[in-house]
């Protein structure tokens, strides 16, 4: 594997034979590395080294091959080899050049050279690569699962999991203007699915939302703290609670990280925040549902109303959408390009959307289809509710960013609390992206008699395992009023790009029916 | 709840009662919040808010009553509230103050002013708040589970959970000094156990490490990406690994990243790391073992030699160390308080210990413990000979962290590279720090042939669940070299601060005996 091998069958002696063939371990290439993106006029009839995947290789007449070389998602260059006894290549190394199948990985060395004319099948177009040496470090199969180019188109078949289309995000499958590989196909070849630029392009956005989260709380005094996966009693009911046995006993995959939230601010953080998996055992095969999925969260002290959270996380969400439009410029046009979608529309400074659940569905009532007509306050919204009220909205207000405050009491878990003005809802509110919800938030209860009273009021046991731990807190010593909320990253990902799924928006989707690669 | 409640019987009206009470909801004071630790000359005689904890609260005759009031882990000051008509405190407002239980959290309103001498019981010890309101708004109850005095000392009864006492770390439990509450006691009073300076000091070693560790390679080129934690095949050997039914599969719990960090790379990223949890249903009851962990992972393209991989690791966890030191300077001062250890040495630039794993095995043979005279270079080492290496190498190197390189290939999974040199040993390596592991990492092979050559020479069927679509990757595609490796956060906080038990290094402490909280 280590020596280079030989491309003819020939007995003469190849002249060119250390300069290319198979190579387990990189072979020795004396000029700079250098990466097709820096590639420039100080570089011009100089020697350079390239570590690249061959996006091409074809042979013109038998002295020469052309290939093209890509890096980085998608830089790519044109390289040849021409066979003369003064070049150090031989014929027999043009051939093996021009035989390399497309997706191998190649260590080159190369002379920089401008082109006869503009390469226009490369992203580089003025300078072509004259290759002298050639090793291949990595074979790619003779066909390969997905090419490289159907990789990059948007993916069809999104509803091979049986769900039932929602026509969400402004966008159906019908509107896709190039058919390309099955949801599938791309999510069964994670290799190529992962290398086409569309792919890096939602992945870049989605670090990019995590990094300015970040950026937000470290420069407002929250600590990052780490809530754990495993847990010994399932706190936010059992019906949806993944469960596994443990040394004899039985844990839990945490749904979220409310409880140690809660935790850190009784444990005298003022603020906190953290970052990691949540875990849903629901049965439900949408475009919007994962079994496993990121959840940014923050909890705070309350100085004097719980305001004070929601307009924090609103400033902290704005600054996410605002700064994505510019660090990820390039990405979300290259995003937009294979699944196309109206650009998020954020409401301008001062004129923030924030209205009461008894508003919202007023709206509803007065201004949505006839079905609603008789929604009540009293009764949590449903999905296509929600998606009825984010047009209205919309309409009226020029964004797809907006609040809705004062959930009613009968649709928030036991430890929300109640506003003191009117006992029927409660300081909890949620939040929405494109008319679908991505943060649920509020005051929750930080007093352990009003807490056990709640419990008591939602007909839950206060001395059941979990809820007793949960209320131990409390009692155990005096815990400052607090509130928080948490970020499904999933969704903010798929709802601003408008992605037709929001598995596209995951590094591996899990679901009911997917739990490979 | 939500109005004051009086504090004396009497039926004559109390001229205070609006200055003083309990309340569920933060009561309005005008005065601007501030923090005890930013009170100086600017503040003397001015009207504060300050939010924080009764530290402890007495009568001083019928008239006064002092408290001391913290915040922000440690920073207390002493407060003082007197009847008189004038000061809008009446005698029953006075009894309240003073019957205030530690723990409680107030808001008050206060002037500030110089004390008639300095305040030795307070941190703050120059200035003093004279109170004309006091909110009650999370009572303490009469007796604390732990006091935050038992709360900062070191935990003792670490063995609680029956493991064999191993004499790690430099330290036993005999060496503390100061006896404190047992650890069972301080993980079931999370509360308490957070407040104290010492947890605190702790975590923000832990966050600051996961800091660096961002910063590091944030500045170099590294993708972030998010590898999965419930997997449908248990590539790693089934033995240790968690399983869970999932919608009538069985999924696993990721022991590693591995899989998914050589998918990145293979996907087209030249570097890519996570941090996220790592499971092990080890029946393992000793101070080093966790079933839930943190992971610091990274793996990278290698241009010609996997030392490029070992170097960058290497130069990671120097760039932590040495940060630490300045960056956490207290917290450290305040964690070797409480838990007495050594400074942490690490080598001078240009000094770094870098040993084969012969040579360490020839050390151990020539200067290690009678028992150790016959180790052989072809097995693993075990713990108690790491930990006789680490202090021999401690003793010529004057250093805490060193690298073992070039494992025997008896001790290393399939994916290991061999060298090409002399294939009884990998291309992989450990890092350690006080004599035991805190990293794992090396080359892996990326070549479809060699690497299914491998898996069988080990015995393991390449058809096999999870090991097909491992050679899958490599086979789909053309994937370049690369190497990386995994940092156990929690040992690195561990071992760097000497704590006798890596349970103290985490949040939630996940043992094969403890899921709570």
Known sequence: MSTASAGSGGVEVDFAEDNYGDTLFPREIKSALTHLRDIGEQHVDRSVKVRAWIQNARMQGKKMAFVELREEGSWSIQGLVVAG????????MVKWVGSLNPESFVSVEATVKRPLGLVKSCRVTNYELHLSKVFCEAPAPDVLGLSLAAANKAATGLDEEEEVVDGMANLTVKELVVPGASLATHISDPVMHKRAPVTQAISDIRMAVRKLFTEYV????????????????????????????????????????????????????KRVYSIGPAFRAENSNTRRHLTEFIVMDLETEIESHY????????????????????????????????????????????????????????LLREKGPAEFRNVSDDEDMSTPQEKALGAIIRDKYQTDFYIIDKFPESARPFYAMLDPENPAVTNAFDFFMRGQEVLSGGQRIHHPVVLEDRIRAKGIDPSSLGIKEYLDIFKSAGVPPHGGGGI?????????LALPTVHLAAYYPRTPKRLLP
């Open 218 to 269: 470290d420069t407002r005094d929250f600590n990052m703290f780490e809530p754990p996966c495993l847990i010994g009693a399932a706190s936010e009911g059992g019906a949806e609670v993944f469960t596994l046995p443990y040394f004899g006993k039985t844990a839990y995959l945490a749904q979220s990280a409310q409880f140690y939230k809660q935790l850190e601010i009784a444990g005298g953080r």
């Open 307 to 362: 305001h004070e959270v929601m307009y924090l996380l609103e400033d902290l969400l704005l600054y996410i959408f605002r700064q994505l439009e510019v660090r990820c410029k390039d990405q979300i046009e290259l995003v937009r390009s294979v699944y196309p979608s109206p650009p998020f529309l954020v409401p301008q400074p001062g004129k923030e959307v924030r209205i009461s659940f008894a508003d919202g569905q007023k």
């Open 488 to 496: 499904g990253l999933d969704r903010v990902v798929a709802w601003y």
């Open 85 to 92: 006894a003064g070049t150090g290549v031989s014929r027999e």
